[in-house]
């Protein structure tokens, strides 16, 4: 499970985060970023919907999304949002292949987030 401080809790920063932030796709999710939040933390929010799989392939996927995130925590600009979408190749795809696309996809994010943020 994500720590506490980490989670995105509220609806509200789900649409937010979607709406105003940068996306970036791969073949198993999308990560949108939204930075500059204000808050000196970084909340991370997931979304696995129906279309990937049956419930025990969702709670597979999205434990592996939390332990990728948790891994990679350091990567996570401060004071920002981040929201990971699985796709529904996500359940059938292995924990490396996940892990790799949600490595490029946040740098993307990150790197189009900073620089839209630049232009503000």
């Known amino acids: 499970m994500l720590p506490a401080h980490l ?17 970036a796709g791969r073949d198993t ?8 939040t204000g ?14 799989g049956n419930a025990v392939v969702r709670n597979r996927v999205k434990r592996r999304l939390r332990a990728v995130v948790l891994a990679d925590i350091d990567a996570l ?14 359940g059938t795809s292995a924990y490396e292949q996940i892990a790799a696309d949600y490595q490029g996809a946040l740098r993307a994010a990150v790197a189009r987030s900073s620089s839209r943020a630049a232009r503000s």
């Open 77 to 90: 600009p401060t004071g920002s949002d981040v929201v990971v979408r699985a796709l529904p190749r996500a």
């Open 39 to 52: 808050r000196t933390g970084s909340h991370v929010g997931l979304v696995v919907a129906r279309s990937v």
């Open 7 to 23: 989670r995105m809790r509220h609806g509200q920063e789900f649409r937010a985060t979607i709406r105003q932030g940068s996306r």
């Open 29 to 36: 999710l999308v990560v949108h970023c939204r930075a500059g």
